[in-house]
């Protein structure tokens, strides 16, 4: 199973160090372009890693910091809707948790009804 990071230059240099490959991206339209990419299986990612070009392929698992979720929207929760590879994954980015987001523990508990 592969793995591929979209985020900030600090979390993509640290997901490199565990062996996981990643895209930097700054704004909205960077995270557009590599989310999809990265969609598109088999498809060369510019910038990948430390700046050199890569092909990606079968990729399962796309973690993206919530900031990058934030800018891709709807075109994301599509996508997670779709049933298709790569399953996506949020993590906080460097700042931390965005204001107003939920941790998995917490929709959990709340899934399940669980408060505490």
Not at 50 to 74: F, N, S
Not at 88 to 96: A, D, S, T
Request: glycine share 12%; with cysteine.
């Amino acid at each position: 199973m592969e793995f591929f990071f979209i985020g900030d230059p600090e979390l993509v240099t640290a997901f490199r160090f565990i062996g996981i490959h990643g895209q930097v991206v700054v704004n909205a339209e960077g995270a557009l372009a590599a989310f999809r990419g990265i969609t598109r299986q088999g498809t060369e990612i510019a910038g990948a890693g430390l700046g050199q070009m890569e092909k990606i392929e079968h990729c399962h698992i796309l973690i993206v910091t919530e900031e990058v979720a934030d800018w891709l929207g709807d075109i994301l929760v599509q996508w997670q809707l779709s049933d298709q590879y790569p399953l996506v994954v949020e993590v906080p980015g460097m700042m931390g948790k965005l204001p107003g987001r939920k941790t998995l523990v917490e929709s959990i508990r709340e899934a399940i009804g669980i408060h505490v």
